[in-house]
């Protein structure tokens, strides 16, 4: 397992969740929510949240169909984060997959008994939270970062 914090990306329409966990990568913790519609502006904040944090890497959830397949949504994340990879480079950005991790989000702030309409901003760093979180254990079994790398394109 690599040491170092990561910052994990929950990118939807309206709002955009994030997350970071601690160096040792142990646990996921929500950051905050970013708006998602002005996508300059989200940008430049991601970024201020990568200068802030210093992470090891920066993780973006990529939304698949069940059976594994990319459509609309997918295409709009790659964009996301390509422009994410040329705003912070050098440090990387890898896309994993996220199939669940809203759904999983919601089912647990629900169980806790958060209102689904007072929790729609915490939801979207829930879901940061399960991507992350999911993507440090897989590291872990593995010893591979998962998902792809995003190639910064000069």
Known sequence: MRRGRRLAVDVGDARIGVASSDP???LATPVETVPGRDIPAAQRRL???VAEYE???VVIGLP???NGREGPAA???RAFAQETAQRIAPVPVRLVDERMSTVTAAQSMRASGVN???GRARIDQAAAVVILQSTLETE????QPPG???EVVV
């Open 140 to 143: 872990r079994v593995s010893g």
């Open 24 to 26: 040792d990568g142990l």
């Open 116 to 118: 689904a309409r007072k």
């Open 47 to 49: 970024a201020e949240l």
């Open 148 to 150: 792809q790398c995003v």
């Open 75 to 77: 295409a709009k994340v």
């Open 64 to 66: 698949r169909s069940l």
């Open 55 to 57: 992470p090891l890497e």
